[in-house]
C-alpha cells in the first residue's frame, strides 16, 4: 500500500513563512513525479507545484510562483513545499500525491490525507 503523510501545516500570520513535508512508502520513490494541491473552503482542488521523478524540473501556479519552492529528497522519501511570503488566500488544505504513468495502463494516483494551513492576522 502506498502511504503519503503530509507535515507541517498551522497557522501562520500574512508575510511569513511555513514548510510543508511529504513522507512516502510503499513505492518507488524516485519513479514517480510529486505534486502538492490545495483546496480552500468552497473551491476546487488546484495544483500548486509539482516536480519530475529525478527532481530535474518543477512547475508552480501562477498564484504562488515565486514565493513557493518544490524539492525532493529520493534518498528520503519526501518532498517539501517552502512557502514564503504567504497571503490569507494561501489558507486551504494542502494534499501531497504522487504520480506514475505505465505504460498500457495510464495514470496511477495517490493522495496524502491533508495538512491544514491557515494565514491570518
Known amino acids: 500500500q502506498v502511504q503519503l503523510v503530509e507535515s507541517g501545516g498551522g497557522l501562520v500570520q500574512p508575510g511569513g513563512s511555513l514548510r510543508l513535508s511529504c513522507a512516502a512508502s510503499g513505492l518507488i520513490f524516485r519513479r514517480y513525479t510529486m505534486s502538492w494541491y490545495r483546496q480552500a473552503a468552497g473551491k476546487e482542488r488546484e495544483l500548486v507545484a509539482d516536480?519530475?521523478?529525478?527532481?530535474?524540473?518543477?512547475n508552480y501556479a501562477d498564484s504562488v510562483k515565486d514565493r513557493f519552492t518544490i524539492s525532493r529528497d529520493n534518498a528520503k522519501n519526501t518532498v517539501t513545499l517552502q512557502m514564503n511570503s504567504l497571503k490569507p488566500e494561501d489558507t486551504a488544505v494542502y494534499y501531497c500525491?504522487?504520480?506514475?504513468?505505465?505504460?498500457?495502463?495510464?495514470?496511477?494516483?495517490?493522495w496524502g490525507q491533508g495538512t491544514l494551513v491557515t494565514v491570518s492576522s
Open positions: 500525491n504522487a504520480r506514475r504513468v505505465i505504460s498500457g495502463w495510464g495514470p496511477s494516483d495517490a
Open positions: 516536480i519530475s521523478s529525478a527532481g530535474s524540473s518543477t
